[in-house]
C-alpha cells in the first residue's frame, strides 16, 4: 500500500522516529533509500525503571522466557532498526554511547542533536496579572509548574512530598500539576494542601502557554528523559527551573542556567533535597533571576528549533 509513495529517482531519505515504522523502513530500504533513525526513548529506562544491572542479566541471558519479554524484544527490535539505518541521531551522549556498546553500532554513522523549540513570546508583568485574576490566582502567589504525564517516572510523586512541606511556609505557595494520567493515585497524598495544589488535567497548547505565563518557576524531577520539550519550553520563557540530575540534564549547569537536585541509583531525587531546592528557589529572587536568565541564554544558544533543523540537514547531507 505505501510502496507507490516510494520512488527510485534521485536521492532519497526516509526519517523514521519510532519502533512502529519498522515496516515501513523494510519498504524503503527496497527502493534503495537511505534511512535515518532517530532515537526518542531510553528503552532500557523505561523497561527496567533505571535498573542497569536488572537490563545487563536480561540482555545477556540465554533464558527464553527472558528473552521473549515485552522489554527485551522492542529492545532487540531497536537494535536491528539501528544496525539497519544509515544515519542514527541521539538526543544525548548517554544514548549515543549505549547503542554503541550493546547495539554495536559504529560511532561514526552516529550524531547528537539535542531537540530545538521554535521561541515564545515574552511575558508582560500586566499580562500575567491579568492571566492569573482570570483563573482565579492571586498577584502574590508564587506557582511552581510541573507539565507531564502523572507516572512515578516523571518524579511527580516525590515532587508532591517535597511540595507538601514548602507549602507550610505560606498559603500563597501554590502548585500547577499539568498532565493527564490517574490522579486518584497522587490525591489521597496531598490532603493536608489539597487548597494549594492544582490539578489540571491534560491541556492544549493554546491553555498550556497561558499557564507558563503566570508560573514563577518550573520543577521537572523526572527519572528518565532524552531532551525534554517542556524543558525547553520553560526555558523560552525564561522561568528558572528545578531538574533532578540525570544524564539528559548534564547539559544544564546546576547553579548557573537551573537548579539541579541529587537523584538516587534509581534516578528519584532526594525528598529533603527537592524541598530545600524549591525554598531556595522561592526566598531568593536574585538567584531565581540570574538562573532563568542565563537558561534562557543557553536555550538562545543551543536549543531553538532552527538550530536542531540545520544539524538535522547536516546529516540529510552526509
Not at 538562573?291 to 536542531?308: C, K, V, W
Request: proline fraction near 2%.
Amino acid at each position: 500500500m505505501l510502496s507507490k509513495y516510494f520512488t527510485i529517482e534521485g536521492y532519497n531519505i526516509l526519517h523514521l522516529n519510532s519502533l512502529l515504522q519498522r515496516t515501513i523502513g523494510d519498504v524503503a530500504k527496497e527502493y534503495e533509500y537511505k534511512i535515518v533513525l532517530t532515537l526518542h526513548v531510553s528503552l532500557w529506562r523505561v523497561f527496567f525503571n533505571n535498573n542497569k544491572q536488572s537490563f545487563i542479566e536480561k540482555w545477556n541471558s540465554h533464558d527464553l522466557a527472558d528473552q521473549k519479554s515485552v522489554g527485551m524484544l522492542s529492545m532487540r527490535e531497536e537494535e536491528r532498526m539501528c544496525q539497519a539505518a544509515d544515519r542514527i541521531i541521539c538526543l544525548t551522549e548517554e544514548s549515543k554511547d549505549f547503542i554503541c556498546q550493546y547495539y554495536a553500532i559504529d560511532e561514526h554513522k552516529t550524531t547528537i542533536i539535542p531537540n530545538g523549540l521554535l521561541m515564545s513570546n515574552a511575558t508582560g508583568k500586566n499580562e500575567m496579572e491579568d492571566i492569573r485574576r482570570s483563573l482565579g490566582f492571586a498577584t502574590a502567589d508564587f506557582i511552581f509548574i510541573y507539565v507531564g504525564r502523572l507516572i512515578e517516572q516523571k518524579g511527580i510523586g516525590v515532587l508532591l512530598e517535597a511540595f507538601k512541606k514548602i507549602a507550610k511556609r505560606s498559603g500563597s505557595i501554590k502548585l500547577l500539576v499539568v498532565g493527564s494520567g490517574n490522579t486518584d493515585m497522587f490525591l489521597p497524598r496531598i490532603f493536608e494542601c489539597c487548597g494549594q495544589i492544582t490539578f489540571t488535567g491534560y491541556q492544549p497548547a493554546e491553555n498550556l502557554a497561558q499557564l507558563y505565563k503566570i508560573a514563577n518557576c518550573g520543577v521537572m524531577p523526572s527519572t528518565t528523559e532524552q531532551s525534554s520539550f517542556v524543558i525547553l519550553e520553560m526555558l523560552s520563557r525564561k522561568l528558572p527551573v528545578i531538574l533532578s540530575d540525570i544524564d539528559a540534564f548534564k547539559k544544564f549547569e546546576n547553579e548557573k542556567h537551573v537548579t539541579s537536585v541529587k537523584t538516587d541509583d534509581r534516578g528519584y531525587v532526594y525528598i529533603d533535597l527537592l524541598y530545600k531546592a524549591m525554598k531556595h528557589v522561592f526566598e531568593d529572587a536574585t538567584y531565581r533571576n540570574r538562573i532563568a536568565g542565563n537558561g534562557h541564554q543557553l536555550f538562545l544558544e543551543q536549543y531553538q528549533a532552527s538550530t536542531m533543523a540545520e544539524k538535522t540537514f547536516d546529516v540529510y547531507k552526509k
